[in-house]
């Protein structure tokens, strides 16, 4: 095993705040990787090569003991059964003998620290990877099944798809760190449940079997992270459930979609696709045939005044056409409201207050809302 430079000048520089004296680490050739003095970094040292071979700690005594030794004690350093590095402490050997053990000890933590943080690292690097495959239209099959079974994933098993983000673009930090927490602890009792987290948003492909009551989960989370960090409003959507590989993507777009109509509508923080209601259909809708719609039923009406009809029927919808509630909620009087939903059905040719029309109206003024809300601006198109 191969301990890398940054790593060993790390722990060196750790071991020599502890005991204010100079520090060694020596790669398995003997070789000096990391020292608190540079000078000696590349240097061959033949107390190191000893240390090695016998597996035990040795005393230097003067200089000219061992090649590119000076007086000190050098110890190697166990990870199992075998010698991963020596680490030394210069100074006289009757002043230094004390801490060998103890900077043995430490070492053995440190590396092990390092060796956890990468393999962590690296298993997050992995699970991102296979999401990013598992999750495309065209999964690469033969680069997935490999990943999977570098992790020990079972491909056969039933998981959801879940994608948190916050509302208000990337989170800061230590906020993203927080989260990466959270979904550790979450997920840690579900090996088969694989995640990943980026700057922007996360991931998860949650095992069924192995978490239940994922929406109270994924609730708690959303509490306590609210309420940790003001202003950082973080919501999940959860997409469908899959057992084959090809039914993954599907999942993710619709978790996605959730997760954006929960943004839009300002309403769950943990939205589940299939109980979105009329999200199913806008979200659903191309640009082109929500332009279409917009244009066919208001395309006649200017801009200031659609804002103004918009806000009448999200009132009216908000109180289920109580005249009197919604009034109050625009601060007009009742009358006012009833002759605008008279002038809107004058000018659209659509009733307000005939279900059918009501329904069609609802539709047409919440695809407006919505393209502006994914920054797609309604364009008037040529008939």
Not at 94 to 113: N, P, S
Not at 212 to 219: G, T
Not at 328 to 354: C, D, E, M
Request: with cysteine; net charge neutral.
């Amino acid at each position: 095993m191969e301990i890398s430079a940054s790593i060993a000048q790390t722990i060196v520089s750790k071991l020599k705040g502890a005991l204010q004296h100079e520090i060694n680490l020596f790669d398995t050739r003997g070789v000096v990787i990391a020292s608190t003095d540079h000078s000696r970094i590349g240097g061959v040292h033949g107390a190191a090569q000893l240390a090695i071979e016998q597996r035990r700690t040795i005393a230097v005594h003067d200089n000219n003991q061992f090649v590119g030794a000076r007086p000190g004690i050098n110890a190697p350093v166990m990870i199992g059964n075998q010698v991963v590095a020596v680490v030394g402490i210069t100074g006289q050997c009757d002043e230094v003998a004390q801490y060998g053990d103890i900077i043995r000890k430490m070492t053995e933590i440190l590396i092990r620290e390092n060796l956890d943080q990468h393999t962590r690292f690296d298993r997050r690097l992995m699970q991102a990877n296979l999401i990013d495959m598992i999750t495309r239209e065209i999964p690469d099959t033969v680069s997935i099944a490999y990943l999977a079974s570098a992790l020990s994933i079972s491909l056969d098993r039933s998981r959801t798809v879940i994608v948190g983000r916050f509302d208000h673009g990337v989170a800061p930090q230590h906020i993203r760190e927080s989260i990466v927490n959270h979904i550790t602890g979450l997920l840690e009792q579900s090996p088969q449940s694989i995640w990943s987290a980026g700057a922007g948003r996360c991931v998860m492909l949650v095992d069924t079997q192995e978490v239940h009551d994922i929406d109270q989960h994924l609730q708690t989370i959303v509490d306590t992270i609210n309420q940790q960090y003001i202003g950082a409003k973080l919501r999940f959507g959860i997409g469908t459930q899959c057992t084959q590989i090809q039914e993954y993507a599907k999942s993710h777009e619709l978790a996605n979609r959730a997760l954006q109509w929960s943004t839009f509508t300002q309403t769950q923080d943990v939205a589940h696709y299939n109980t979105i209601d009329l999200g199913m259909v806008i979200t659903a809708l191309p640009k082109r045939d929500a332009q279409y719609i917009i244009q066919h039923m208001l395309g006649n009406i200017d801009e200031h005044t659609l804002d103004e009809y918009s806000a009448i029927m999200r009132a009216y919808s908000t109180y289920n056409g109580a005249i009197t509630k919604a009034a109050q909620s625009l601060y007009i009087h009742k009358n006012t409201l009833q002759n605008k939903l008279n002038t809107i059905a004058q000018v659209t040719g659509y009733n307000p207050r005939n279900h059918k029309d009501y329904a069609l109206l609802t539709i047409a003024f919440t695809l407006r809302d919505w393209l502006a809300f994914t920054n797609q601006p309604v364009h008037r198109i040529a008939q």
